[in-house]
């Protein structure tokens, strides 16, 4: 069967660093997408990543590995409004999306 | 109208009432989408349209029942809604099949009674 995981919850503090651990088992792969959810409202894009390594967009890093089926999601300079939802999804051989359940952020003053 | 609007945001269903929860998009994206969101669970996709005229079934199909006349609208059916179809549905679009990301409509949240 097809899976993707992630942690349920992190907390981190405002300024900090914190990264989201994402692994994937899924059938043929064509991308890795990270969205972020705030509650109550839709997921919006974050980043996509195809090939192996690092994508850096402002404050957010994506990382992937194929080989160890396993992405991260870096956030810098952690700021109150980061607290959200995180979602992984992984695009299979037939270009449907496979998603995990999201990870909750929450940032602390 | 701008990205993707969906009617209704919230509504309040008997069960064994018929409901149809509507998508329209301003994009001219080919491929649509219908995802359901429930609580600990990750998005589960209910249809899916590659392009107008065809349609095809995701992971949790039953009970549900989607059209594409057009390029721009893409409706939802419950025939005969049931509580477990409690949730909050999301519609969504892209430029096609394995091209571009995935952009959401606001969601509908139904709850049926």
């Known amino acids: 069967g097809q899976n993707i995981d992630q942690p349920t919850e992190m907390t981190a503090t405002e300024g900090a660093i914190v990264q989201i651990n994402c692994t994937y088992q899924?059938?043929?792969?064509?991308?890795l997408f990270w969205y972020q959810q705030h509650a109550g409202e839709a997921p919006t894009f974050l980043s996509y990543?195809?090939l192996d390594g690092l994508e850096e967009k402002g404050r957010f890093s994506s990382f992937l590995s194929r080989s160890k089926g396993y992405s991260y999601l870096l956030l810098k300079e952690l700021q109150m409004k980061d607290s959200a939802s995180y979602l992984c999804?992984?695009?299979?051989?037939?270009?449907?999306?496979?998603w995990g359940a999201g990870t909750k952020l929450i940032i602390k003053p | 109208i701008a990205g993707i609007t969906q009617a209704p945001t919230s509504q309040i269903l008997a069960a064994g009432r018929r409901m149809t929860l509507r998508c329209t998009q301003d994009?001219?994206?080919?491929?649509m989408y219908w995802y359901r969101q429930d609580l600990g669970l990750g998005l589960r996709l209910i249809h899916y349209?590659?392009?107008?005229?065809?349609?095809g079934k995701g992971e949790v199909p039953d009970g549900y029942s989607v059209s594409r006349a057009n390029t721009d609208d893409f409706p939802l059916t419950l025939a005969s809604a049931v509580p477990s179809q409690t949730s909050v549905y999301f519609c969504?679009?892209?430029?096609?099949?394995?091209?571009?990301?995935?952009?959401f409509g606001e969601g509908s949240r139904l709850t049926v009674l």
């Open positions: 969504a679009s892209k430029e096609g099949v394995d091209t571009g990301e995935l952009f």
């Open positions: 994009m001219r994206h080919n491929a």
């Open positions: 349209s590659n392009t107008a005229g065809t349609t």
């Open positions: 899924t059938s043929g792969f064509n991308g």
């Open positions: 990543n195809v």
């Open positions: 999804a992984v695009m299979d051989s037939n270009y449907q999306l496979i």
